[in-house]
């Protein structure tokens, strides 16, 4: 894909969520590789052409212009991580917890004033109903929880994704640029044993649509500086009762209370995604349908 293509690719994908971008965020964002003066330059001519405009140091499509609009989602950001940060501490001592990631718009500081806050928790092997059990009970106990079918959810905890560290890896249909997004998008707010890095090694199919902002998550990954920390006694988080029995019995409760409202729910081994509003379908059919119409635009403009 050519630099200039790549940038309309780009600025389309985060059009969809009236998200304009500085040029840092182009380049990291890119769907192809290419070096920074590349891509000052392909800015430069799609805005001298009249295709994109520039305000603020944000780039998007004219007449469409959300430059306050981005500015104001990010003050709304501000209290809703620290409450996150907040939350992921005390979630992080809870036993079998490795990893609680900040997901979804608010890890991009795009919240709107009535979001939820969206959390992907990674667990030991053989501790994932167990955990989930857990954190919802610490959550419901501080009145922090996103119930299902709640639709008032403003500043709650969504725990919206479990996953096992035996089954990191996640499935092939969901190898899509909208999910290389979600994955290199998410900020690790708890990260013990180094998961999060393997994490993103288990789906290293990501850098074929997103290359530098892969490179940038495989860097942030080595350094512990930008996590919050938390005191580990990993050797200690063993339970006085058989664990496979306790895990078997939590698995089955908490199926059984899944299943009253099942409505987006998947439950894979090792593996639970709870989506409330699972936008990607959606999300995929409206920036291919972009696509093509900006290549039919440039099509006719030849002609």
Known sequence: MKTKSAVLACLSYFDLFSYPLREEEVFLWLPAKAGRQEVKKALEELRKAGKVSVKDGFYFFPPKNSVELRKKRERYAEGKIKKAQKAARLLGFLPGVLLVGLTGNLAMKAAKKEDDIDFLIITRSGWLWRSRFLAIFLLELL???????QKEARDKICLNLFIEEGHLALEKERH??????????????????????????????????????????????????????????????????????????LAGFQLKKISAHQSREEILPGQLFFHPQDRRGEMMRKYRKMMENKKSQSAKCRD
């Open 143 to 149: 009145g922090w929880r996103r119930r299902p079918n």
């Open 176 to 249: 899509d640029l909208y999910t290389a997004h979600e994955l290199l998008q998410m900020k690790p707010l708890i990260d013990k044993a180094s998961v999060y890095q393997r994490f993103l090694q288990a789906n290293s199919w990501a850098v074929s649509f997103l290359p530098q902002a892969w490179e940038k998550s495989k860097v942030k990954s080595q350094s512990a500086n930008w996590r919050t920390k938390v005191k580990s006694k990993e050797g200690k988080e063993v339970a006085a009762a058989s664990p496979t029995i306790v895990e078997k019995i």
